[in-house]
């Protein structure tokens, strides 16, 4: 079975501009979630969406959004950049949504300039 | 009351050695604690979960402890590899797993032969 996939793996944009990152969850995985990871903070939950609507949040700014279709892929929209969005942000899929059964995706590493 | 406390920020063991490292928490409703392992350029894995009903539990040379009434838990590595040498993150969630995952910092662990 291929493993979460999650594109672009590297992306640089300056302030002001938006992003969209994308995820593609292990077959048959419903729920997907994702994470900002920075050195600071360490792993930052942002929200999870299953089956198309998100289930859980996290305490992060409306700039910050996300979808899934009904192939349970996901992306994650980034608007108005600011420095402070640099980070890897972290892709993880499960059956149902349980931690236990949680794979996480490589990450796409984003750069604000 | 969300936060995972992990100590320390950094590790330097000898191989053979013991690595040992702490979380606390504050959320006592807090009821599923995994310990997940990063290499650089990867997601984090899932290695050892504990429930609060178990004071220990033990998968190889991982063991998780736990201690409830002190709101702790602590990852031991035993008989400490190079190929240990990554960055592990205590975690916490609510109602089985289900609830979003509450991340510890980090910590770098470095085994040196």
């Known amino acids: 079975k291929a493993g979460v996939t999650q594109t672009p793996r590297y992306l640089i944009k300056t302030r002001g501009q938006q992003v969209t990152l994308s995820c593609s969850p292990i077959?048959?995985?419903?729920?997907v979630s994702w994470y900002q990871q920075t050195p600071g903070q360490g792993l930052q939950f942002l929200f999870e969406?299953?089956?198309?609507?998100?289930?859980n949040k996290g305490n992060f700014p409306g700039r910050f959004s996300g979808r899934q279709f009904s192939n349970s892929r996901s992306e994650m929209n980034v608007s108005t950049l600011e420095l402070g969005d640099s980070a890897l942000y972290l892709c993880?899929?499960?059956?149902?949504?349980?931690?236990?059964?949680?794979?996480f995706g490589p990450g796409t590493r984003l750069t604000v300039l | 009351q969300q936060q995972v406390k992990q100590s320390p920020q950094s590790l330097i063991v000898q191989k053979g050695g013991i690595s040992i490292i702490n979380c606390a928490y504050e959320?006592?409703?807090?009821?599923?604690f995994p310990w997940y392992q990063q290499f650089p350029g990867k997601g984090p894995a899932l290695l050892i979960a504990?429930?609060?009903?178990?004071s220990e539990k033990k998968e190889g040379r991982f063991t998780i402890s736990f201690n409830k009434s002190a709101k702790q838990f602590s990852l031991h590595i035993m008989d400490s590899q190079p190929g240990d040498s990554a960055t592990y993150f205590c975690?916490?969630?609510?109602?089985?797993?289900?609830?979003?995952?509450?991340f510890g910092t980090g910590t770098k662990l470095q085994v040196i032969p």
């Open positions: 959320n006592t409703a807090f009821d599923y």
């Open positions: 077959s048959g995985h419903r729920s």
């Open positions: 504990i429930r609060p009903d178990v």
């Open positions: 969406y299953f089956s198309e609507t998100q289930r």
């Open positions: 993880a899929s499960s059956v149902s949504g349980r931690a236990l059964e949680q794979f």
């Open positions: 975690a916490a969630s609510a109602v089985g797993g289900y609830q979003k995952v509450t």
